[in-house]
């Protein structure tokens, strides 16, 4: 049992940090830090979302979201969606500049992706994901 939780929590720490370790060395090459690689992969893959769905997307809270939205747009890499009926809850859409910055990064975590899962089958991975997903379910019923 010990040496379960030791071997599990041992390498999901060392993915994390490693995952956390390419974010932060490739990342900083752009000029960009986590939470916008993520705000920025995030808009790309959805074509746009409103800001609750980014924070529920990318585990972050709502103001930080916010901060990192505002960042973006004054690089101009973000605007709102131009829909004069909706006050509230605008979809965050890429702009030109902020497609092909989100197409780099995307092409750039999807080599990290291949790199990572070299020499794993692709029911090795699914099973794997499967087992994750009951161990966060089961971890979060606990902590709830």
Known sequence: MQNRYKNFSQLILNISRQIQKIKNIEMQKLGFKGSQVEVLFTLYQKSGATSTELAAECGEDKAAISRTIKELALRNL?????????????KIL???????????????ISSFV????????????????????????NLDGFCN
Not at 78 to 90: F, G, I, L, M, S
Not at 101 to 106: A, E, L, Q, R
């Open 78 to 90: 973000v605007c709102e969606e131009d829909n004069p009926a909706q006050k509230y809850r605008k």
């Open 94 to 108: 890429l702009t030109k500049e902020g497609e092909e910055v989100g197409k780099h990064i995307t092409d750039k």
């Open 114 to 137: 291949e790199i990572g899962s070299a020499g794993v089958s692709d029911k090795d991975r699914e099973k794997l994901y499967c087992v994750l997903k009951k161990i966060t379910t």
